[in-house]
T-cell receptor, first 114, second 116 residues
């Protein structure tokens, strides 16, 4: 079946540094990937839609300069949290659109900013 | 307004008991409906989906869901729950005519606990 690999699964960084999270579709091509943020005990909040070869579409209220998204190939999208602050600590999940409108999710990245 | 409501925030059932998780939606077009499951600290896994045809859909892990257009519902069921089913369950709805970048609208989730 369609597999999405998200890396790293957890990361701890110091305030002010940047962190890159990778999302790869391992056995299918994904022209569209989505990035979500999930707070404890809550649903997913869509941050942005990543399209291969073009700029990402950000949801209202999401800072595009802070959350940089690059979708350079049909199998890879990256989310870079720039100048991270403790309030950016969260669980970030990516998904890739597969066949017949199904979304395939990565296992998420737990970001802790100290 | 488009929305998905999962009325039950938390449900506890005994192992072997039947389960029904409720999902109601409001959507202006023909809905595509999904149920996903999330184990703690993990991503989401698709349980089942409904696009068209038979309104009773079978999914993985013994789950099924029934689409009832008149009630705008897509409830998830399982006849006998296993301890490994304890997780967070999300209902989502999307549309078929929104172009390539179709976004799903998510419910807030139902947390399922299973007593031994």
């Amino acid at each position: 079946g369609a597999v999405v690999s998200q890396h790293p699964s957890w990361v701890i960084c110091k305030s002010g540094t940047s962190v890159k999270i990778e999302c790869r579709s391992l056995d299918f091509q994904a022209t569209t990937m989505f990035w979500y943020r999930q707070f404890p005990k809550q649903s997913l909040m869509l941050m942005a839609t990543s399209n291969e070869g073009s700029k990402a579409t950000y949801e209202q209220g999401v800072e595009k300069d802070k959350f940089l998204i690059n979708h350079a190939s049909l199998t890879l999208s990256t989310l870079t949290v720039t100048s991270a602050h403790p309030e950016d600590s969260s669980f970030y999940i990516c998904s890739a659109r597969g066949y017949v409108m199904s979304l395939h999710f990565g296992n998420g990245t737990r970001l802790t900013v100290t | 307004a488009q929305s998905v409501t999962q009325p039950d925030i938390h449900i506890t059932v005994s192992e072997g008991a039947s389960l029904e998780l409720r999902c109601n939606y409001s959507y202006g077009a023909t809905p595509y409906l999904f149920w996903y499951v999330q184990s703690p600290g993990q991503g989401l896994q698709l349980l089942l989906k409904y696009f068209s045809g038979d309104t009773l859909v079978q999914g993985i892990k013994g789950f099924e869901a029934e689409f009832k257009r008149s009630q705008s519902s897509f409830n998830l069921r399982k006849p006998s729950v296993h301890w490994s089913d304890a997780a967070e369950y999300f209902c989502a709805v999307g549309g078929g005519n929104a172009g390539n970048n179709r976004k799903l609208i998510w419910g807030l989730g139902t947390s399922l606990a299973v007593n031994p």
